[in-house]
């Protein structure tokens, strides 16, 4: 995106990165879980946030619902609109990552483009993205807003999976089956994952 602010400067920082990692004892990344709506995203989030809490570790969770009641509440789902959405979660994802949190998001973040654009953001090893696998056809089932009996009435327009697409991860750092695994399931194979990643300590049951 054009930079349209002039006469700025970035301002670097006497406590670094490493510093801050080296007092929390884990270092800090992105957690960014993408799959349609239903699939399961913010129950797995919420439950990771807070087993990871609980263990001693500094987290920080970005649900799209909440995130579209304050910071982008000026926001639609047209796909400009999703893709401004995405940019700023990217960046404050960024910005907290850089303060040695584990920031992780649930947002559906349909599009390849955008989600790699948040991944570029990042050095190597920091951002992890986490397919939410569900069918339409269960999600749909699930259907907890009841946006999907909207959407299929044409009452909802741009819903993804029905009247908006939904383009799949081609190589995320894990997917998560949650028409296969419970939430517990779900949520320890991405706890796992921060484990092998060296995200967390090993030797933290």
């Known amino acids: 995106m054009e930079q349209k602010a002039t006469n700025i400067k970035w301002q670097d ?7 801050v990692e080296k007092r929390n004892g884990h270092k800090g990344c992105v957690v960014w879980m993408t799959g349609l709506s239903a699939a399961g995203k913010s129950t797995i989030a919420i439950n990771l946030e807070k087993k990871l809490f609980d263990k001693g570790y500094q987290v920080c969770l970005l649900d799209g619902d909440n995130i579209r009641h304050g910071l982008n509440k000026d926001l639609g789902f047209s796909p400009q609109d999703r893709e401004e959405n995405i940019r700023r979660i990217g960046e404050l994802a960024k910005l907290l990552a850089n303060y040695g949190l584990i920031v992780i998001t649930a947002f559906i973040s349909p599009y390849k483009i955008h989600r790699n654009q948040a ?52 190589n995320p750092e894990l997917i998560v089956d949650t028409e296969k695994l419970s939430i517990e399931e779900s949520t320890e194979k991405i706890y796992r994952l921060l484990i092998t990643s060296g995200i967390i300590d090993n030797n933290v049951s």
């Open 119 to 170: 991944r570029l953001l990042l050095e190597n090893g920091r951002f992890f993205e986490i397919y939410i696998k569900c069918s339409l056809k269960e999600c749909a089932r699930r259907d907890p807003k009841g946006l999907y009996k909207k959407a299929f009435a044409g009452e909802i327009q741009d819903f993804t999976g029905v009247s908006a697409p939904y383009e799949e991860p081609e």
């Open 13 to 19: 920082r006497k406590v670094t990165l490493e510093d």
